[in-house]
């Protein structure tokens, strides 16, 4: 049995529920800009309507794409339900966006657009809209709340507690941490994936076991000395050289970010290992000198999104369909031979290294666009242009003496 929602709908919405489902079917080609919600929005219908009218398996369309379209939407399988204007769900335990998004027969995409969401975290108590704003949509809900326990195994009563995601974290090790295997942390997270990111805060079982030998006490550790850091030093290169880890070096420093700038004097511990020499040279790859490899791929970066230019922009897109600005980056990315994930502008940023020259194939960031912190990306291709896609324009090359750009810019940065 299912309950239904009826709420008070204007006369027009609630005529057009009534005999949803008499019109005739049209057709409609897609214009450049235009998604599924727009469209579902013109014509009075729902994004899962159009999709199973036109056999789509996803919510990616193409400009000049025909759609063959109903008036109304189907009726509903509920006798009673009618129309409710402008519908806000409150988040609950257990809830994850894609469940919330196959409830009210809308997409992820749509979710995080109406509500401003750059990822698919989301928290209890959480007021969400689940319809484009000024629009009707029609809901049924189950008998009794979506309230779901957290999963506990039967032979064991432990807590929930939760753990905020660190540098260098993957599922792997937090569930080492806490006596969990990688499917109870993902289980108990919603994640659909083994993608985390820093600052994340995931759901886990029981007390952190007590960590190892090497703790933050060290008995009479190695004398500390001093380094000055050089053009194409970054914090990996230094604590490599001198067999610390990133964090032991920014603890010893104070340092709350990878930001690091030349001339700058940092504490180490320990020599210099045999690799590098008296002056500090290295040669690993994070050394300021490209290898042939990196310089490749760099290359490869630059050529791929130049072939792009002029693909419209989508939100969340990441195909040759219609990209936004991540998306952009990871396709480009992918296609020139960096494995990376599909991440935030924001994310991006976390797992890159700051350079002081920033050569052709290197990121540039930006921040407090359309939204506090990191908010743009872009890929650096010399002379003091960028590539990267544009809201308006698509895929397309600026300039950084752009007042506007010059305003929000925040940093040029390298894949690790």
């Known amino acids: 049995m299912k309950k239904t929602i009826v709420r008070t709908v204007s006369t027009t919405a609630l005529f057009s529920t009534l005999f949803a489902g008499s019109a005739l079917a049209d057709t409609y080609k897609v214009q450049k800009g235009d998604n599924l919600s727009k469209i579902a929005s013109k014509y009075k219908t729902s994004v899962k309507e159009i999709k199973n009218q036109n056999g789509l398996k996803s919510d990616l369309i193409y400009e000049n794409q025909i759609l063959q379209i109903n008036g109304a939407a189907s009726n509903s399988t509920s006798t009673s339900v009618q129309a409710t204007q402008q519908t806000n769900y409150t988040v609950v335990s257990g809830d994850a966006l894609i469940k919330i998004a196959n409830r009210y027969d809308v997409s992820v995409g749509e979710l995080q657009q109406w509500n401003n969401l750059s990822g698919t975290l989301i928290r209890v108590g959480q007021v969400l809209k689940v319809s484009a704003p000024g629009q009707t949509v029609t809901v049924t809900t189950p008998s009794t709340p979506v309230q779901q326990k957290p999963v506990t195994t039967p032979s064991t009563s432990q807590s929930t507690g939760t753990y905020t995601v660190k540098s260098g974290d993957c599922l792997s090790t937090i569930g080492q941490q806490f006596g969990m295997s990688v499917s109870e942390l993902k289980k108990l997270n919603?994640?659909?994936?083994?993608?985390?990111?820093?600052?994340?805060?995931?759901?886990?079982?029981?007390?952190?076991?007590?960590?190892?030998?090497?703790?933050?006490?060290?008995?009479?550790?190695?004398?500390?000395?001093?380094?000055v850091i050089k053009s194409g030093d970054t914090l990996g290169k230094i604590s490599s050289q001198y067999g610390m880890t990133v964090a032991t070096l920014k603890s010893l420093n104070g340092l709350s970010s990878d930001m690091i700038y030349v001339?700058?004097?940092?504490?180490?511990?320990?020599?210099?290992?045999?690799?590098?020499?008296?002056?500090?040279?290295?040669?690993?790859?994070?050394?300021?000198?490209?290898?042939?490899?990196?310089s490749n791929f760099a290359a490869k970066?630059?050529?791929?999104?130049?072939?792009?230019?002029?693909?419209?922009?989508?939100?969340?897109?990441?195909?040759?369909?219609?990209?936004?600005?991540?998306?952009?980056?990871?396709?480009?990315?992918?296609?020139?031979?960096?494995?990376?994930?599909r991440l935030s502008a924001a994310g991006y940023y976390d797992r890159s290294y700051y350079v002081d020259s920033p050569k052709a194939g290197d990121l540039v960031f930006f921040e407090n666009t359309y939204k506090q912190g990191i908010s743009h990306v872009g890929i650096y291709i010399g002379d003091n242009q960028f590539i990267h896609a544009d809201e308006t324009h698509g895929i397309m090359i600026s300039n950084l003496s752009n007042t506007y750009y010059k305003a929000h810019f925040a940093a040029f940065k390298r894949f690790y």
Do not use: H
């Open 190 to 227: 919603n994640l659909m994936s083994d993608l985390i990111r820093v600052g994340q805060t995931l759901k886990v079982t029981g007390a952190a076991e007590a960590p190892a030998t090497p703790a933050v006490v060290t008995p009479p550790a190695p004398a500390t000395g001093s380094y």
């Open 263 to 294: 001339g700058q004097k940092l504490k180490v511990t320990g020599q210099v290992s045999d690799k590098d020499d008296d002056k500090g040279t290295d040669t690993s790859s994070n050394s300021g000198t490209e290898t042939p490899a990196s």
């Open 301 to 341: 970066m630059v050529s791929t999104a130049k072939s792009l230019l002029g693909t419209p922009y989508v939100w969340a897109g990441s195909s040759t369909s219609g990209f936004d600005c991540s998306g952009f980056i990871y396709y480009v990315a992918n296609q020139a031979g960096n494995k990376v994930g």
